[in-house]
Every structure is written in C-alpha cells, then in structure tokens.
C-alpha cells in the first residue's frame, strides 16, 4: 500500500509532538488530532500507530536513523516498524529522502548496544538486570516492543462472558476468551468499538487481564466493606463491585477529583448501587479516619511508574527519570500505612501496582511487614485457586507480559491477624 508525502508529514508533526513529553503520549495525541481535524479515520489511525510506535522504538530508530529529524524517523518508523517497502513510499520521497532510506535500510541490521537495541534507558536497563538476570531481561523488554493486546472485561451483573463472546463474533470480531480471568476477553487487531453497544450500555469494558486479576487477589465477599484507596477512574472498583454483586458497601475513594469524575460515567452504565465515589484531601483525610478499623477489604493500586504497561504507555520509560522510582517509592509506603488504618483485624489489605521493579513491588511490602506486625503475608495463589483461576506465580501475583500476555502487575495480601 502505498504512502503519500502528506501522511509522511503528518507523522513527522505528531513524532515532534509526543517526544517533547510535555503529556502523556495519549493525551498529546488528542491534542494533536484536534488541532488537525482535516484527518480522517485513516489517517488517524496511521498516525496513532507510528507515533506509538516511535516511542516504543525510539531509542533504536535514532541510533539507527543518525539523526533526530522528525521527517526523517517518520521514515524510520514506516520503514522498519510499519513493514512498509521503499516502493510503498516512492511517492513520498524526493531524491535526498530517497538516498537516506536505502543507507537507512541498509543499516538494520547494524549491532548495538543492548540497552538502545532493546529500547530502554541505560538506568532501567541495569535496574531490570540486577532485578530478573540476563535472560528475563531480554525477553521482557523485547515484549516490551510490541504493541498491548485489547482487553475487554465483562459485567457479570449484565450479562456473560459466553453471551460477550458470542455477540461480538458475530459482529466479525476475532474474539477469545482470556487464558486466565474468568471475566477476559482479547480481540485481536486494532478495532474501534467506543461506540460499540455493548460497551455504550457497559455490559463490557476496557480493562487489561493482568489488571482484572488484581480484583481476584482482593477476593470481595458480597456483605463485606471495601474500599478502593486510589481508584482514580475506577476500573478496579467497577470489577470489585461486580465481584460483590452489587451487594455490601463499596467506597472508591481518590485524591484527584478529575481522575475520580471519571468514574461517574461508567458507574452510571454498570448496574451498580454499592459503589460511593469520595475524594479525599490526602491519605490521612477525615473520611479515612472514620473508617478506621471497620473495612473488611482494601485495595491499594498505587501510583507507580507504570513499566508494567510499556507496550501501551511506551511514553513512560523516556518521561520516568531513575529518581522517579525513589521518590514513588516513599509515596507508596505512606500511602499503604495511611490505608491499612482502615483494615479490622481479619480483613485484608492488597497492595498493587502496574511496575515491574521490586523497588516499587517486594520492597515496599517487606518494609510494610517489618513496621506492622499485626499484618501478615497472604497466599494470592490460593486466592486463584478458589476462583477457577489455572495461575501460580507464588504467594504474591506478579504476571509479566513476555510470560503471561497482559500487562505486568503485582499484588500481594496483606492480612491483618490482630
């Protein structure tokens, strides 16, 4: 299929945009989208892919490229990532453009170092080393370099998993069910279903595997209390309260009250009453001290760095500096003492985050543990077990996408003996 210049151009403005790392990417991109309303649907679609996939590429395609012309990795990235030939593009390229993508071409397969080769900061790179050896490394952040599966969660309080299947298939979807949560389903390819039925009336929603597994490890009972400490726009709530049936009392409770108007919407469409939206001033607000020692379950998913969902966010990894890791880890600790105040003695308190980094992980838990006796490590692997759930990756969850196919994430339980 062939490239015209214009489009060539248009990626080239859009690359410009997401690398200066002003926003997220996704929030860059509609910026950029609305500011050039003369694109249509494919266009967009271009755009959007080889813009995600320079920042999953970048550092590479530069190194490559020799240059940081946004023209010219505009090039790069049709070229190498979007399997286009130089035939594709003749009619984007003029005589210079042309002598640049065959020296280019000629270059792929040029040895570099493994850090840029596989596209990560030579911090990270190091961090990840130490953190899993060689080997996970590299097949971790190879995974990386690939775009995000789309997931979908069903609504048990509207329909099934089989009814989800079976309507989306025959709307020439290629839907599966997904090999661990009960509730998944991966589409493959990139459809556009915001306007989908199914999603307009929530009988499905948006959400990774790997962080509907998370809903799993906090297992709700229908009568207990719960609260969701930093439920931002509230897909896990939304998950724990169809877990609870609609039933007991569950409270999502964030400091951003952007982030939580979020919720309102797909809270609305879910078919739940148990669920109260309540923002706080700071984690050690009134409304949490009122609550203190009266929830049954607790969920933290706490602010991290996010390099679980590279392969949707490749952002991330440029816009993160090595310092981000401490300073969020000191956060989450404060943030995880502050919500353990409200777990009753049996109840439990699950720590979770979308980072792959112990520093952020099984670091903040162990400090957690050695400052609050009354708590102690629990079994997520039993937890699945009672959930239909074929998955053991030890006493805490931890699921990586290069071994389990979703974003990475973990959770561990905390149980509160005293």
Not at 73 to 82: I, S
Not at 191 to 204: E, K, Q, T, V, Y
Not at 288 to 305: F, Q, S
Not at 370 to 381: R, T
Request: glycine share 8%.
């Amino acid at each position: 299929m062939t490239v015209r210049a214009s489009e060539i151009a248009a990626l080239a403005a859009a690359i410009g945009e997401v690398r200066r790392f002003a926003t997220p990417a996704d929030s860059g991109l509609a910026v950029f989208f609305r500011a050039h309303r003369e694109f249509g649907a494919r266009d967009r679609a271009f755009i959007a892919d080889g813009a995600f996939a320079y920042l999953r590429r970048k550092r590479s395609l530069e190194a490559l490229a020799g240059t940081d012309d946004p023209q010219r990795l505009a090039l790069a990235v049709v070229l190498r990532e979007m399997g286009r030939s130089l035939r594709d593009l003749a009619p984007a390229l003029n005589a210079a453009d042309d002598l640049w993508a065959r020296a280019f071409k000629s270059r792929l397969h040029n040895a570099l170092p493994p850090a840029v080769a596989h596209d990560v900061p030579d911090w990270l790179w190091d961090r990840l080393g130490t953190a899993y050896g060689d080997d996970t490394r590299a097949a971790l952040t190879r995974a990386w370099q690939d775009p995000a599966p789309f997931d979908l969660r069903v609504n048990v309080m509207k329909t099934t998993r089989e009814a989800a299947l079976a309507a989306l298939v025959a709307d020439g979807l290629a839907a599966t069910a997904t090999p661990f949560s009960p509730l998944g389903i991966r589409v493959t390819g990139r459809p556009s279903l915001a306007r989908h039925p199914w999603l307009a009336d929530g009988r499905l929603e948006v959400q990774d595997e790997g962080s509907q597994l998370v809903g799993y490890a906090v297992a709700p009972r229908r009568s207990d209390m719960v609260v969701d400490f930093c439920a931002g726009a509230g897909g896990k709530t939304l998950l724990l309260g169809s877990l609870m049936r609609g039933q007991g009392r569950l409270y999502a409770f964030d400091v951003a009250a952007e982030r939580l108007a979020k919720l309102t919407p797909r809270l609305a469409r879910s078919g739940l009453s148990n669920v109260h939206p309540q923002v706080l001033a700071h984690e050690r607000d009134v409304k949490v001290k009122r609550l203190a020692g009266k929830i049954d379950r607790v969920l933290v998913d706490a602010p991290c760095t996010g390099f679980g969902t590279l392969r949707r966010n490749p952002d991330l990894k440029w816009r993160q500096p090595e310092s981000a890791v401490a300073e969020l880890a000191a956060k989450q600790a404060a943030i995880l003492a502050a919500a353990a105040t409200l777990v009753k003695p049996g109840g439990r308190l699950v720590y979770a985050t979308c980072s792959v980094l112990p520093d952020e992980n099984e670091d903040v838990v162990a400090d957690f543990l050695a400052a609050h006796p009354s708590f102690a490590l629990g079994d997520v692997a039993a937890d699945l077990v009672r959930a239909n759930i074929a998955l053991d990756t030890g006493r805490t969850l931890k699921v990586l996408p290069h071994l389990h196919g979703c974003d990475g994430f973990f959770a561990a339980v905390l149980e509160r003996r005293t």
